[in-house]
């Protein structure tokens, strides 16, 4: 069965940093691209960056640039995404999503909530 | 990078049909067809519904429905169900390989 399986939630402090796991089950990892992307509590759902799993080139918004890096394990079927420097605006709800024919999020992991607060 | 437009409620009653737009500009939407829709219920992964503007994910009803004119895409749900109740974001390719989302509709069937 094709899913993306996702890390459990975390807390944290401010100024800490966060990475987050998806794993890829029951497709060749390596041939789709992984996007994350984040949904603040009662808020709209936000990209944050990609990553090619083949080449490993990634691609970051602009919002998140310097603050999120993106990387995969092939060996693993895992992808990463690291967010540094938390802020309180930073709880969310963070998913990653794979993208079929470069168009569209066909498969989306669970979800992992992280929380930052003092 | 501004997230697309979308109306932030839509309402309509059982068997009605809706419209939800999402306005976006010449570097989004106007200019590629790549506008997917998806369908959230509370506490779950969004759902791909319509990708590439009008083309139905396998599996999603013949009740929806994509378009787009010019910078507007729009997603038309006929014959309105209770189980369409839920919030609905539209997506589309940018400029620079980066992909924006729009604000999110929330639907309630009446």
């Known amino acids: 069965q094709v899913q993306l399986v996702q890390s459990g939630a975390e807390v944290k402090k401010p100024g800490a940093s966060v990475k987050v796991s998806c794993k890829a089950y029951?497709?060749?990892?390596?041939?789709?691209?992984i996007h994350w992307v984040r949904q603040a509590p009662g808020q709209r759902l936000e990209w944050m960056g990609w990553?090619?799993?083949?080449?490993?080139?990634?691609k970051y918004s602009q919002k998140f640039q310097g603050s999120v890096t993106i990387t995969r394990d092939t060996s693993a079927s895992t992808s990463y995404m690291e967010l540094s420097s938390l802020r309180s605006a930073d709880t969310a709800i963070y998913y990653c999503?794979?993208?079929?024919?470069?168009?569209?999020?066909?498969?989306w992991g669970q979800g992992t909530m992280v929380t930052v607060s003092s | 990078q501004s997230a697309l437009t979308q109306p932030a409620s839509v309402s309509g009653s059982p068997g009605q049909s809706i419209t939800i737009s999402c306005t976006g500009s010449?570097?989004?939407?106007?200019?590629?067809?790549?506008v997917s829709w998806y369908q959230q219920q509370p506490g779950k992964a969004p759902e791909l519904m319509i990708y590439?503007?009008?083309k139905r994910t396998s599996g999603i009803s013949n009740r929806f429905s994509g378009s787009k004119s010019g910078n507007t895409a729009s997603l038309t749900i006929s014959g309105l169900q209770a189980e369409d109740e839920a919030d609905y974001y539209c997506c589309s390719y940018a400029v620079g390989s980066t992909w924006v989302f729009g604000g999110g509709t929330k639907l309630t069937v009446l």
């Open positions: 010449s570097s989004d939407v106007g200019t590629y067809n790549l």
């Open positions: 029951g497709y060749t990892f390596t041939t789709y691209v």
């Open positions: 999503a794979r993208v079929a024919g470069g168009v569209a999020f066909d498969i």
């Open positions: 590439e503007g009008s």
């Open positions: 990553i090619n799993t083949g080449n490993g080139n990634t």
